[in-house]
């Protein structure tokens, strides 16, 4: 069996991958590198494929024989996503378009889509959960629905099982070049800079290691269903909590955290309840916090190091 995995370079994909690859799968990659590079996958057995999900020939060569896709290729920057509203629909929901005509033109019915919690949910009272009304306050989190929007569709009128997988904050190995707040502080802790924190560091995210959360994707190509997923740790976490554990991670190390004014606009609390994927897919995030992290730390040090 071939799988493609679209934006296959990046954090989730160079971590997918390999798995992908140890189950028995045939994987190709399709990535314009524009966040990640093929390099991050290392020894990578399968094939690579330069291009932008946007460009349907890139498109007929990557789909090729491909009996499922993993959809993972997104432009994932919230922020920019306010400055730039064109480029993010234009990657996220053209290119997912464009994708998911090509898989029907094909005959490829088999997708699961990397889709966002609170991104889509925006400002509600957690646990987030697949049952509440979407409300997304930046156009990536207007993207990310409206790409689920696309995949209910196809299933209702082309016979896709298309299921869209709702990740909270993921962190781990390989992602050095994210944004997101644990990449963020692992970078000045090991350039030996103070961690910025807005706010009294009391606001509370969902953390999900990146194991735990390719052990749902994983059970998602396998489940051959349509519908929505939410997939996270399922445990809240306070920003000043996260840090306390990092600093038993990278003891002797110190860790200085500087507390600057909230940012307006910021989601004081969200985590989700992961309790339908369990039912569904079996999916058990086990790995603790602390271990995640060490994990991470130790991964970041090696890259540090350039290795
Ligand atoms: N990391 C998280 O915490 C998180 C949370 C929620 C949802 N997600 C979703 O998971 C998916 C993967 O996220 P990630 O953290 O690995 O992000 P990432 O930015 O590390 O990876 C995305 C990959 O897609 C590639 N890409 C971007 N535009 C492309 C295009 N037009 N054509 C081909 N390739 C393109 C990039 O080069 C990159 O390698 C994304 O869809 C993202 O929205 C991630």
Request: hydrophobic letters at 45%.
């Amino acid at each position: 069996m071939r799988v493609l995995v679209t934006g296959g370079c990046g954090f989730i994909g160079a971590n997918l991958v390999p798995r992908l690859t140890a189950a028995g799968w045939q994987v190709r990659v399709l990535d314009n590198e524009i966040m990640g590079h093929r390099d991050h996958l290392g020894d990578f057995a399968g094939e690579f494929i330069a291009g932008d999900i946007r460009d349907p020939a890139a498109l007929d060569v990557a789909l090729d024989g491909v009996d499922v896709v993993v959809h993972l290729a997104a432009d994932t920057r919230v922020i920019e996503s306010i400055a730039d509203p064109a480029f993010n629909f234009d990657v996220n929901v053209v290119g997912s378009f464009r994708l998911m005509e090509a898989m029907r033109a094909r005959g490829i019915r088999r997708l699961v889509n990397a889709s966002t919690g609170g991104a889509i949910i925006g400002d509600a009272t957690p646990p987030v959960h697949e049952a509440m009304v979407p409300n997304p306050i930046a156009p990536y989190g207007a993207t990310k629905l409206a790409v689920e929007g696309l995949c209910s569709a196809w299933s209702g009128s082309y016979g896709f099982s298309a299921l869209s997988l709702r990740f909270a904050n993921v962190y781990g190995p390989r992602s050095f070049h994210k944004g997101s707040v644990v990449a963020a502080f692992f970078r000045r802790i090991a350039d030996g800079l103070p961690l910025i924190v807005h706010g009294d560091g009391e606001q509370v995210r969902d953390f999900v290691f990146v194991d735990d959360l390719c052990d749902g994707i994983m059970r998602g190509i396998d489940y051959e269903r349509s519908g929505v997923l939410q997939l996270g740790s399922g445990v809240p976490v306070s920003v000043n909590a996260l840090i306390a554990e990092m600093r038993s991670v990278v003891a002797p190390q110190v860790i200085e955290v500087e507390y600057l004014p909230a940012r307006t606009g910021e989601i004081e609390r969200t985590w989700c309840d992961v309790s339908r994927a369990r039912a569904a897919l079996g999916y058990a995030p086990d790995t603790s916090l602390a271990s995640g992290l060490a994990q991470t730390w130790a991964w970041f040090q090696t890259r540090r190091a350039g290795n």
